[in-house]
DNA sequence: CATTAGGGATAGGGTTTG
DNA sequence: TCAAACCCTATCCCTAAT
């Protein structure tokens, strides 16, 4: 029914490997146009690699699952630069936990499955833990506590969207207050 | 260095929607900005709005039986240990409508089976806000509620009609003057 | 500079095949 | 049976146009 197997080669295998190495994982369409590696791929198309890159991950994960390929992969830190972030300071210490709507609902299509629901849930505990380790005179600015969390967590790679808009709402509902600029 | 995926909630979608019928289409960032829908939606951007939208119009046009008979025979696959109770509601449970969008309420849970008497109960609030809005000397007529609740959202048909009922009764019972006095 | 429409790419779950 | 190879599509990304 579907298309004949083509079973990948092992200069195929090498040359994604290489494609890899040049562009970084996920630059699949770009690999595939480097003419440094399109003589040997003409064969793939992007999703091709992007599946074949998966398997590879996973057998050298330790013939794990394939579910559990995310965490060969390390990521870089992105330098911060110091310019104009905002001030944000806790205003209570509350007990109670401001949960977004993806944890609270447990009908509503959310399975076990996913990290980073599991990080957007301790986000909170987060931002507290990391203005309060900081102890910066003032508060803490968005970027040191975005760079506070992705120093001692693992971070999805638009973490920084998802702290920048949990500020925000953090700001809008009272929870922190706002000392130099305003947002919205 | 692609983007973990986050997946909407059924929240998410009624929010959004909700929007659309608000602000209309193509306002993704009055919809963002809205604080009706900020609270469900602060995780987005204006462009996340714009593809789900796409997305979800999409879905609603051309959406014939095919996907649905290949989950469904997809179901009877694993487990065939039980009687038949187990197919029940599960699955015909989650295909809203995009035309029922009209008549969601954001803010409100997820009961199937309360729309009208939802709209009913939403009707205090929208008239509440309308009177609030309007800022009219000595309160606001009849008329002039209905204008502005038609204006920010959709209303149906026979909308006129039962505002005017629902005013006459709020009257009778003490409710309109106390709003109009109020938010005078 | 901010926003939106639209095309295109990717991620991840699912399915088929040797 | 199982994993490699392939499919499906919701979500995300990039760019032109305004």
């Given amino acids: 029914m ?3 197997k083509q079973k990948w080669t092992p200069d195929e295998e090498a040359a994604l490997k290489a494609g890899v190495v040049k562009h970084g994982p996920g630059k699949w369409r770009t690999i595939l146009k480097d003419p440094q590696f399109s003589g040997v791929l003409y064969l793939r198309s992007n999703v091709d690699l992007k599946d074949k890159w998966r398997n590879m991950s996973v057998m050298a994960n330790g013939w794990g699952s394939r579910e559990r390929s995310r965490l060969a992969l390390k990521r870089m830190h992105p330098t ?5 972030s905002s001030m944000l300071s806790t205003y209570s210490q509350s007990d109670d936990e401001l949960v977004d709507a993806r944890s609270l609902d447990p009908s509503g299509g959310s399975s076990p499955n996913d990290g980073p629901m599991r990080s957007i849930m301790r986000l909170d505990n987060l931002i507290m833990e990391a203005i309060s380790n900081l ?6 600015n968005k970027t040191s506590i975005a760079t506070y969390i992705e120093d001692q967590y693992w971070a999805p790679p638009n973490f920084k969207r998802i702290l920048s808009a949990k500020l925000k709402h953090m700001a809008a509902t009272g929870k922190l207050i706002k000392l130099k600029r305003k947002y919205k």
Avoid: I, V
Wanted: charged share 30%; proline share 21%.
């Fill in 135 to 140: 102890r910066e005179p003032g508060g803490s």
């Fill in 2 to 4: 579907g298309a004949p």
């Fill in 80 to 84: 911060p630069k110091h310019g104009e």
